[in-house]
């Protein structure tokens, strides 16, 4: 599906499902939308616009690309990245732009909530003469890079729930639930740092001289990715905290366990060398035909489990 939406010189928007028969220098700048298009609407990036032929190649065939720009002669390249949670799991959509002075084209296999708000801003505002092709990739840009912060806010109560283990969840679900959650984190710093980068190399080009005029706006969409990548970095250390202190306390109720059963088998070794000798058959052991020899074999045996728990209570083992 293609549609545009060009200004004409007198400031009205035109907008329309086709870009057959168009004459683009009637419009003052104009915006084609490419939201998952045929084959034949994807030949108008080469037979109509003229883009480079590697650039169309990265659109159709290498889908969720590292974000990146490239410079040709009248327009820029860019792949930028979506990111959408859907059950526990990040799904990743490349959404590119060819950035030209007078034009912004916007390729999209899946659809897109950030073009569309875009799209419904731009048609509602009185002052379009206020807007430009490259005010136009800030506003998407600005909302793609909005649209992480749930995310990671949503990740971030997901470790609280993790860490105060309201639910007395076993340990096991918990580790589970966890490496889930840092393998989300990771994911997400594959698109966050990539973009960040973006920026930082937009920011400092001597080729985006319209964006370095806007260079206040773009800023402020680098100073959301510094500050999603440090959020990111954070949480990834909780997440490092919290399976240390899980591994460390499944070691430290390990200890506990095994310091049980030793005591437990120290005391009763003595009390079954006990048993062992007067339950040998030999005929000459005077204590088989001792009056007092099970008495004195039990009183022996209880003296010696209440020796060495006294024991093992004043070396600080209870």
């Not at 370095?212 to 969409?221: A, G, L, V, W």
């Not at 095994?258 to 060398?273: E, Q, Y």
């Amino acid at each position: 599906m293609i549609r545009f939406m060009g200004i004409t010189n007198e400031n009205t928007i035109v907008e329309q499902d086709s870009i057959e028969n168009l004459n683009f220098i009637d419009y003052k700048w104009f915006w084609v939308d490419f939201n998952g298009p045929s084959e034949e609407e994807v030949s108008h990036l080469i037979k109509t616009f003229h883009f480079h032929p590697l650039a169309v190649e990265d659109c159709i065939y290498h889908s969720t690309q590292r974000p990146k720009l490239d410079y040709y002669e009248d327009y820029t390249f860019f792949i930028t990245h979506i990111v959408r949670e859907n059950e526990n799991e990040i799904i990743k959509e490349e959404l590119d732009f060819f950035l030209g002075e007078n034009f912004i084209i916007t390729f999209h296999l899946m659809p897109s909530m950030e073009v569309f708000q875009v799209v419904d801003r731009l048609t509602a505002r009185k002052n379009i003469e206020e807007f430009t092709s490259h005010h136009v990739f800030y506003e998407i840009l600005d909302k793609i890079v909005d649209n992480y912060f749930p995310i990671i806010y949503k990740i971030e109560d997901k470790l609280d729930e993790i860490e105060e283990n309201t639910l007395n969840k076993p340990m096991n679900n918990l580790l589970k639930e966890l490496f889930d959650t840092r393998y989300l984190l990771l994911n997400l710093t594959h698109t966050v740092n990539p973009m960040r980068d973006l920026l930082y190399r937009m920011l400092n080009s001597q080729h985006l001289k319209n964006i370095t005029k806007r260079k206040e706006y773009f800023s402020d969409i680098h100073d959301h990715l510094l500050k999603l990548s440090e959020m990111l970095m954070a949480n990834r250390e909780i997440t490092a905290d919290i399976r240390d202190n899980y591994l460390s306390l499944n070691s430290h109720q390990t200890n506990n366990v095994m310091k049980v059963l030793t005591i437990m088998t120290s005391i009763f070794a003595p009390l079954t060398f006990i048993a062992g000798i007067f339950g040998m058959n030999f005929q000459d052991m005077p204590e088989l035909s001792w009056k007092y020899g099970y008495p004195f074999s039990l009183l022996l045996m209880g003296s010696v489990g209440v020796s060495l728990i006294y024991w093992f209570k004043k070396k600080g083992w209870f």
